[in-house]
C-alpha cells in the first residue's frame, strides 16, 4: 500500500525566509505532484515531475524529485505572505495514473 | 472550457437522507475520482473510474455508491446519510494517455446533522 507523508504538517515562516517541505513514499513511484490549496477553494496544480532528478521552478517555488530515496521537496526562497497556503503532494500508485494519493498537507503561513 | 463541475457546492442533509453529487468533466478525460478532504486528514479516494462503465473502490469506500454512463459524468450517490460523512468532496479528472496533474472540481461542502 503506497503512504505518502509531508512533514512538516504546519510551518510559520517570515517574510524573507527560506524553507523546505518534505514529501516521502513508501512504494516504487516516479511520477509526483504537488498541489496548493487556498482556504475555502479547491486544488490547483503546482508542479508535475516525471523521472529521477527533475527539477520545476515557478517563481519562489522550486520543486525536485529523488526516485531512489523516494523523496520530494518544496523548496521556498524569501517568503513572501502571498505564499500562505496548504501545500499537497500527491503521487501515482506504480503501474497505472488512476489512482493518485495525497500526503495530509503543509500549512504554510508567511508573516510579515 | 468549463473543466471539473461539481454541483451542488454546499448541502446541508439530515441523518438518513440520500442524495447525489454531481460530477462532469468536459475535457474527454478517462480517469475520474472522488476524495473527500478531512481536516487533518488530506485527500482520501472514495471511488474511481477509469472509463465508462467502469468504477473501483478507493480507500474509503462505505457508504458511497458510483457509476459511470457516459465519459463526461460521474456522480457519487450517499445512500443513507451520516454525520461522519460531513466533509468536502473533491471531484478530479485526469488524462490517462500522458502523464498529467488531475484536474480538481471546486468542491462540495456537506454537512449531515
Known amino acids: 500500500e503506497l503512504k505518502v507523508e509531508q512533514n512538516p504538517l504546519f510551518l510559520s515562516m517570515q517574510e524573507g525566509k527560506n524553507y523546505t517541505i518534505y514529501c516521502n513514499y513508501s512504494?516504487?513511484?516516479?511520477?509526483l505532484y504537488w498541489y496548493r490549496q487556498d482556504p475555502g477553494k479547491s486544488l490547483e496544480s503546482l508542479f508535475v515531475l516525471l523521472s529521477n532528478g527533475a527539477v520545476k521552478q515557478e517563481g519562489r517555488l522550486m520543486a525536485s524529485l529523488d526516485t531512489k530515496a523516494r523523496l520530494s521537496t518544496l523548496h521556498i526562497t524569501a517568503a513572501v505572505h502571498d505564499l500562505s497556503a496548504t501545500y499537497f503532494c500527491?503521487?501515482?500508485?506504480?503501474?497505472?495514473?488512476?489512482?493518485?494519493?495525497f500526503g495530509k498537507g503543509t500549512k504554510l503561513t508567511v508573516n510579515p | 472550457n468549463a473543466g471539473v463541475t461539481q454541483t451542488p457546492k454546499f448541502q446541508v442533509l439530515k441523518t438518513g437522507q440520500s442524495m447525489t453529487l454531481q460530477c462532469a468533466q468536459d475535457m474527454n478525460h478517462e480517469y475520474m475520482s472522488w476524495y473527500r478532504q478531512d481536516p487533518g486528514m488530506g485527500l482520501r479516494l472514495i471511488h474511481y473510474?477509469?472509463?465508462?462503465?467502469?468504477?473501483d473502490q478507493g480507500e474509503v469506500p462505505n457508504g458511497y455508491n458510483v457509476s459511470r454512463s457516459t465519459t463526461e459524468d460521474f456522480p457519487l450517490r450517499l445512500l443513507s446519510a451520516a454525520p461522519s460523512q460531513t466533509s468536502v468532496y473533491f471531484c478530479?479528472?485526469?488524462?490517462?494517455?500522458?502523464?498529467?496533474?488531475?484536474?480538481f472540481g471546486q468542491g462540495t461542502r456537506l454537512t449531515v446533522v
Open positions: 473510474s477509469v472509463g465508462a462503465g467502469i468504477t
Open positions: 478530479a479528472s485526469r488524462d490517462r494517455t500522458v502523464n498529467t496533474e488531475a484536474f
Open positions: 500527491a503521487v501515482d500508485m506504480q503501474g497505472g495514473s488512476e489512482k493518485l494519493v
Open positions: 512504494t516504487t513511484s516516479d511520477r
